[in-house]
């Protein structure tokens, strides 16, 4: 069964760190592009970051700088390093992967599969 599994969730204080991450089961990662998405209550969801099939890395404003994604495929997993955390980070974290046909520098507009979603709350 191909499937995205998110881990690392939780509840941080405002500056603290959290690392999510994005196993793979049934394929390897290594050609898949990986984008992270988040979603607040009551807004729609919001691509994050992502790693490309080729490596490159994009960023939205709200986390450049203080979020990191990288990829593991000894572990075929993508993480995401997410420090600084602000009270506005908190949303369910989705990963998503596609395998792109061609190399991409960024991320991609569709997707094949999706994890089921990892909560992240910060809060004092």
């Known amino acids: 069964q191909l499937q995205l599994v998110e881990s690392g969730g939780g509840l941080v204080q405002p500056g603290g760190s959290l690392r999510l991450s994005c196993a793979a089961s049934?394929?390897?990662?290594?050609?898949?592009?990986i984008t992270w998405f988040r979603q607040a209550p009551g807004q729609e969801r919001k691509e994050i970051s992502c790693?490309?099939?080729?490596?490159?890395?994009n960023y939205a404003d709200p986390v450049k700088g203080r979020f990191t994604i990288s990829r593991d495929s000894a572990k075929n997993t993508v993480s995401l390093q997410m420090n600084l955390l602000k009270l506005e980070d908190t949303a369910v974290y989705y990963c998503?992967?596609?395998?792109?046909?061609?190399?991409?520098?960024?991320?991609?507009?569709?997707?094949?599969?999706w994890g089921q979603g990892t909560q992240v709350t910060v809060s004092s």
């Open positions: 790693i490309t099939n080729i490596g490159s890395t």
């Open positions: 998503a992967a596609v395998k792109p046909s061609w190399p991409r520098h960024s991320c991609p507009l569709e997707y094949d599969y």
């Open positions: 049934g394929f390897s990662l290594d050609d898949y592009a």
